[in-house]
């Protein structure tokens, strides 16, 4: 069965940078044809796509965000990562990691809570 | 952009009763080659990431109840549950893939009357 574990600090200073790793297993990022994505929830509100890569590092981006965020994927250890530059109070949320189809969010992660906040 | 736009906000009804929620995307998720609305549902329940529901706009994935049916085409969407049960309460968000970046409703809030 298809995890995806979401990992990383809980806690970012503002104008520092959020850094989250999603764990694969139960499927192969460099198999895949799917993308690889994150989604995230502000608490008490709505959801929001930030961006996907697939296996070969191809990007799709949120344009909203796409000048502070840099997605990657390590085929390798069947991982991805966000990070997030620049971030501010308006980026506390629930992060997803999302298995995803030119955006059929097809598999969730049970989400992180990060917190930006000195 | 696509801007969907979920209508109520917050919905409480009788159990046994029907639930319907509204969605509207700014441009048509239709892909017309295909014939395939780009829509779907999710519900979140407390502490849970979302869960799909419908696909296509009006196909139940696998194990959802008959009682959630999607409908609508273009731009106007709807979700009904009929029969309305407690386990039902959850946020229902409404998804647009047709093209990026992907875009949410801002969710509607379901509880017991």
């Known amino acids: 069965q298809l995890q995806l574990q979401e990992s990383g600090p809980r806690q970012v200073k503002p104008s520092g940078t959020l850094s989250l790793t999603c764990t694969v297993s139960g499927d ?11 989604v995230r ?16 590092g191809n990007t799709y981006n949120n344009p909203s965000l796409q000048s502070r965020v840099t997605i990657s994927v390590d085929t390798v250890k069947n991982r991805f990562s966000l990070n997030l530059d620049y971030v501010t109070a308006a980026d506390t949320a629930l992060y997803f990691c999302v298995r995803e189809h030119y955006g059929d969010f ?13 | 952009e696509i801007v969907m736009t979920q209508s109520p906000d917050f919905l409480a009804v ?27 549902w999710f519900q ?10 419908i696909y296509w706009a009006s196909d139940r994935e696998s194990g959802v109840p008959d009682r959630f049916s999607g409908s609508g085409s ?40």
Do not use: M
């Open chain 2, 14 to 40: 009788s159990l046994g009763e029907r639930a319907t929620i509204n969605c509207r995307s700014s441009q048509s998720v239709l892909y017309t080659l295909s014939n395939k609305n780009f829509l779907t």
């Open chain 1, 41 to 56: 929830q502000p608490p008490g509100k709505g959801l929001e796509w930030i961006a996907s890569i697939d296996f070969s």
């Open chain 1, 28 to 38: 192969s990022i460099s198999s895949s044809t799917y993308h690889w994505g994150w």
């Open chain 1, 106 to 118: 097809s598999w969730w992660g049970r989400g992180t809570l990060v917190i930006v906040s000195s």
């Open chain 2, 74 to 113: 273009g731009t106007d969407f709807t979700l009904t549950i009929s029969n309305l049960q407690a386990e039902d309460v959850a946020v229902y968000y409404c998804q647009q893939y047709y093209s990026s970046p992907y875009t949410f409703g801002q969710g509607t809030k379901l509880e017991i009357k």
């Open chain 2, 44 to 53: 979140q329940k407390p502490g849970q990431p979302p869960k799909k529901i």
